[in-house]
């Protein structure tokens, strides 16, 4: 249907009956289904459907209800972008942010019951989108209202979607170091220590080494990673094939060590010049055979590859640790 007194009939029951058992938590439901369309998303914020369902969540109502009234929010936010001003200005994502922590406290305390399970995906879903979005005024609200320390708990509890979030804060230069003293490096660490045939497959797989990664930018967080057995870690990772997709940025991780001798003594006993050998001979293979001028195949030396870059990591271990690193590459002098 297009009947634009859908939206405003629905919003008239949040305001003004009681929510009864289901009624409130039915109408949010059908509101975030039609918010998956762009037409009605809008038409929910034209209509002042943020401010009502501000009042629905801030509300002392039932778990579903509030499951439903954060999904209503997260799919207007999802499908019409000049949402984010109002959802903002109401602060939603505070809110929001401020639920998943209480949620998740009441979850730990009695995990039988599920329905605080349900609302607390919900409100990870929800913080997802927010986090993912780029905007200033997004990121400081959630700097002021997001709980790391909640959010690496759930990661040790093997919250997929709680990975998820972890990574995108990683992204952000400023999360990085805060997250580093809530004892996420650590964490990352024995997710891949404790390996097992099925972990290649978990969907998390992705996030986590893309997090331990991130997280090798910054000094202070590279001391925490080598203190805790992590660049024996990233070597493990490096060398086996399944994780080739990762191999850039488990390298890239790996070169911010350079200016540390101590990590590259741990990185040279732990065999990172076979390993690299091995990757770039199998490049090479990949390439096929090169012609020298008078059409003799040139074959390719792997112990030469070897020696040569054996030479190359002793000589720079050699080199001035403080003149060769800085404190993240996301700040430059």
């Known amino acids: 249907t297009n009947d634009p ?10 305001q003004n009956l009681p929510p009864g058992p289901t009624l409130h938590c039915r109408a949010c439901r059908l509101l975030g289904n039609l918010c998956l369309s762009e037409h009605y998303a809008q038409l929910v914020c034209v209509q002042g459907g943020i401010p009502v369902l501000s009042t629905v969540v801030k509300s002392e109502t039932s778990t579903q209800t509030l499951s439903t009234a954060i999904r209503t929010i997260k799919n207007i936010w999802v499908s019409y972008r000049p949402s984010h001003v109002r959802i903002l200005d109401v602060k939603l994502v505070r809110d929001i942010s401020h639920m998943l922590a209480n949620t998740s406290d009441k979850y730990f305390a009695d995990q039988t019951q599920t329905k605080y399970k349900y ?11 927010f986090v993912e979005d780029g905007e200033f005024k997004t990121r400081s609200q ?8 909640k959010i690496v708990h759930l ?13 995108s804060l990683a ?14 490096i650590k964490m990352l660490i024995n997710c891949c220590k404790s390996t097992t045939p099925e972990f290649s497959l978990n969907p998390i797989k992705d996030d986590i080494i893309t ?6 930018r ?30 850039n940025e488990l390298l890239l991780s790996l070169t911010q060590f350079r200016g540390d001798d101590v990590s590259l003594k ?8 076979t390993i690299l050998a091995n990757i770039m001979g199998k490049m090479l293979d990949r390439a096929g055979p090169s012609w020298g001028e008078e059409g003799l195949v040139i074959k390719t030396d792997r112990e030469l590859i070897l020696s040569r870059l054996r030479s190359v990591i002793t000589e720079d271990s050699k080199m001035s640790g403080v003149a060769r690193s800085r404190f993240s590459l996301d700040y430059i002098p």
């Open 5 to 14: 007194k859908l939206i405003k009939n629905t919003l008239w029951i949040l």
């Open 119 to 129: 609302l607390l995906e919900t409100c990870m879903k929800a913080v997802k989108v």
């Open 142 to 149: 959630l700097a002021l209202s997001l709980s790391r320390p």
């Open 155 to 167: 990661c040790e509890n093997k919250f997929s979607l709680a990975f998820t979030i972890l990574t």
């Open 171 to 184: 992204k952000l230069p400023e999360n990085r170091p805060e997250l580093g003293t809530c004892n996420a």
């Open 211 to 216: 997090a331990l990664c991130l997280f090798a």
């Open 218 to 247: 910054e000094a202070v967080n590279r001391a925490k990673i080598r203190d805790d057995g992590g660049i024996q870690v990233l070597l493990k990772l490096l060398s086996n094939d399944i994780n080739e997709a990762h191999h």
């Open 266 to 273: 741990i990185m040279l006993d732990n065999g990172i010049v």
